[in-house]
């Protein structure tokens, strides 16, 4: 496997990881955020750490995974999306949590979702597996589109 593969596959979602949880450290603890009426659906607290370290990985391995079936162009147009897809992904963070913008958020959400569910597409091309292990992610981004959405409505 390529070097260039590896540090990608791992440094981006490391990256996104470290720089997201930034604003969600800060931002969960904020009086702005205690005091949002959230809905029913929303998972407790220790969920999310959980999941998010699960969803890292995952993704990490697949991308890995996928490029190690690509050719040099496509390897380079996969990274390229899944750089956009951390950029949404921590921008997310930084959106809800320390900006505090929930119409801002929803549509960061919805395009993450999206940009999710084109990584699982192209990586699934390339290898199935690959494709399968972002599956999890696709579908958490969407309910965090969902969740997103719900919380806008309670406070406005």
């Not at 604003?23 to 029913?40: D, F, I």
């Not at 998010?52 to 390897?75: F, K």
């Not at 380079?76 to 929930?102: D, E, Q, T």
């Not at 699982?120 to 290898?127: D, I, L, N, Q």
Request: glycine share 6%; hydrophobic share 50%; with cysteine.
């Amino acid at each position: 496997m390529e070097s260039r593969t590896l540090a990608t596959s791992i440094g981006l979602p490391v990256a996104a990881a470290a720089l997201g949880s930034v604003a969600t450290a800060t931002g969960t603890r904020s009086a702005w955020y205690r005091t949002l009426r959230k809905p029913a659906i929303q998972p407790p607290p220790a969920v999310f750490p959980v999941v998010w370290t699960a969803l890292y990985a995952q993704i990490a391995l697949a991308s890995a995974d996928a490029q190690s079936h690509m050719t040099p162009e496509q390897s380079r147009a996969y990274r390229g999306k899944l750089a956009a897809n951390m950029v949404l992904n921590a921008g997310w963070c930084w959106s809800f949590f320390r900006g505090h913008r929930l119409v801002p958020s929803i549509v960061v959400a919805g395009a993450l979702a999206t940009s999710t569910a084109d990584l699982a597409r192209s990586a699934g091309k390339a290898s199935p597996r690959a494709g399968w292990l972002l599956v999890p992610y696709a579908l958490w981004n969407s309910f965090a589109t969902i969740l997103t959405t719900a919380i806008w409505r309670k406070n406005s």
